[in-house]
Structures are given as C-alpha cells and as structure tokens.
C-alpha cells in the first residue's frame, strides 16, 4: 500500500527514528531501564513537564492509559470519560479487567466532555454500594481530532480536584495537540492540573513506545511493579531511550505533528470543493470526519485505505500522518470527483 488514510499508524518509521535505534545497537547496555541513557531520556522528558513527575516508557498505548489509569483508580473506582474514548471502545474492556474497576461514558460534544456533563456523574460518594467516580480520562487530541483548550482542561482538573479525584490525560496524538495549540506540552498537562499522561510516539513516527508520566499528586511508589504485572515493562530500554532522545532532539515531534495537521487541513480545504461531501467534525489536528455515500466509499476503498466510523450515518474518518504527501491528497481528491 504507497499510502493510507485509514490510521497514523499506518505509516513508517520516520529515518532519524531508525537511526537512532541503529546508532544504539553498536553497545551492550544492562536491561529494564536501569541503563544510564534510560535515565537521562527520561529525566529529560521530566524535566521538559516540569520536574515534578515521574516518568516510564510503556510499550504501547493501550498499556500506557491502562499503568496510568491504575495508578489512580482502586477496582472499586469508576473512571469517567467521553463515551468516544480509546479506553472505553477500543481497548477490549482492558482497563475493567486490569483494574477491575467500572468504566462510565460520559456524554459529550465531538469527543469532548464538559464540567457539566461530568458532574451529573459525580455523585455516591462515600456510598458502600457504588463505584466511586474517582477518576475522569480525557484524550487530548481527543478520537475525533478535537482539541480541549488549557481552560477548559483545567476546569476539568479542578473539578476532579474538587471531589479528590484525578485526571488522566491519554495523549496517544499528545504532540498534535502541541503543534496545533502552539503551546508546550506542560503547558496543557502538568500546568493545567492533569495528574497522569500517556505520552504517544508511535502514531508520530516511532517504531514503538509510550511514555507514562504520573504528576506530582500521584504517588508512583507502585508504578514500577504494576508496570511489570502489566507486561508493560520492555527489557531493552535503551531502543526506546534512542527514539525518545531523537523524537525530542531538535523538536522532530513537533515538526511531524505539525505536518501531520497542516495535511489535515489541507485535505478539508480541498474537500470543500466538493458539496456532496458534509465535513462532520472541526478539523483541529489531523483527522478529517465527513459524511459521505456507501457508494462512494465502495468506490474508493477499492483503491484509497480508510475507515468507516460510523455505519449507521456512514460517517467516514481520514487520518493524516507524518508521511502524507500534498499529492496523496491531491489524488484522493481527484478520485472522489471521478467517483461521484
Ligand atoms: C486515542 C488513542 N489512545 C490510545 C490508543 C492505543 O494505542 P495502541 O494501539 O498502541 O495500544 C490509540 C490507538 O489507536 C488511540 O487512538
């Protein structure tokens, strides 16, 4: 397949991430992170979200919202989050059975929750027959591409704060966000009140690996062990510190994020061209939702890869990555013309 709009994760591994890996390999270095380029990796990215965190690599992002989420939930908690999150559709009940905790949808506007709409679920606290709604997992970008503003995350983080409860931020698109919003990562995680982050590299250009990083109202005493139960905890560590090292280096995180969105945006410009295509979703990072026919997604899916969100209302999602080209858009767009 030379392209895809199916998934970011669709695409390679961008060059200065397999160098990086290859540059490792010439050294023997001791296993599970103990390894002094470890250490410092990971000091930097602490030191990059304010100092006051711990930070680990994971293996992948369901695992990396799965140690985060277990660092703050007891099996007897509730974890609120956007009916549309990763962790409630598409982590095959992970965090129910890893946990054993509830999981609770919590009504949303294009992937977004409100003050609002969580606090109708804050409720039976201190009350032996409920789960207690400890926890709220928000994703910025969330599945639909869209951005919480740092207030509006804050004002989520307060009111968690509030009912001494934590938030999560699963940040799989973490750097989208970044890029798109023109701020630090800091600044809309740790200053913003968030208590655990996943921080996502393999949908931006890495070959594998996550960061978990537990702020400074989590006590991350048990991180490491329940890392380890998880079969989260990568024995040769040092790969992960390499692409990590390179992914930060020079700000390659952004510049992949901010292609990845530019391209995103392109696509709707171009897509406006066409008035039987409905855009669905503001397009704010690097996904584009549009409702189209299934004769037309019949047609094109037998050249173009992407995904079908929603078949009821045949809601279709592109995804945009490090690797899309003007001309990958070009020619998708000349298909759909032909195709209508
Ligand atoms: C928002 C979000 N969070 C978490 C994940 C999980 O990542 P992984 O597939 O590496 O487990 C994904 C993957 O698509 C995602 O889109």
């Known amino acids: 397949m030379k392209h895809s709009f199916g998934s970011d994760n669709h695409s390679g591994v961008h060059p200065q991430i397999l160098d990086a890996i290859i540059r490792t390999n010439s050294e023997f270095a001791v296993a599970y ?33 799965i140690l985060s989420l277990a660092n703050l939930a007891h099996s007897s908690d509730a974890i609120l989050c956007p009916a549309t999150a990763h962790i409630n559709c598409d982590e095959c009940g992970a965090p129910e059975k890893i946990i054993g905790c509830k999981v609770i949808p919590v ?30 997992s928000i994703s910025q970008p969330t599945e639909l591409g869209t951005l919480y503003t740092v207030e509006e995350i ?15 931020i699963d940040g799989s698109r973490v750097s989208n966000a970044a890029a798109a919003l023109d701020i630090p990562i800091k600044e809309f995680t740790a200053d913003a009140g968030a208590d655990a982050l996943s921080f996502g590299g393999t949908k931006n250009g890495l070959l594998m690996g996550e960061v978990v990083v537990l702020f400074k109202r989590v006590s ?4 490491l062990f329940l890392r380890k139960q998880m079969t989260q905890l990568y024995s ?8 990590f090292d390179e992914y930060l280096k020079d700000d390659l995180y952004l510049k992949l994020a901010s292609h990845s969105n530019e391209m995103a945006k392109y696509l709707e410009t171009r897509l406006k061209e066409i008035t039987q295509i409905e855009i669905s979703r503001p397009v704010e990072t690097n ?12 047609k094109l ?10 078949e009821e ?28």
């Open 33 to 65: 992170g103990d390894d002094e380029y470890s250490q410092q990796v990971l000091s930097q990215i602490e030191n990059m979200l304010g100092g006051e965190c711990k930070a680990m690599f994971a293996v992948n992002g369901t695992g990396a919202n």
């Open 107 to 136: 009504e949303h506007t294009n992937g977004k929750v409100s003050v609002e709409s969580v606090k109708k679920h804050l409720h039976g606290f201190g009350e032996q027959h409920h789960s207690q709604p400890n926890v709220l």
């Open 154 to 168: 804050k004002a989520l983080a307060d009111l968690m704060h509030t009912h001494n409860g934590y938030l999560h």
């Open 220 to 223: 991350a005493h048990r991180a």
């Open 236 to 243: 040769k560590a040092r790969f992960m510190a390499a692409q």
């Open 287 to 298: 996904a584009v939702f549009a409702y189209i026919s299934r004769e037309l997604y019949d």
């Open 301 to 310: 899916s037998e050249k173009h890869m992407f995904y079908i969100w929603d």
């Open 313 to 340: 209302t045949m809601e279709v999602r592109w995804m945009c990555s490090f690797e899309t080209g003007k001309e990958n858009i070009d020619e998708f767009i000349e298909d759909i013309k032909n195709n209508l």
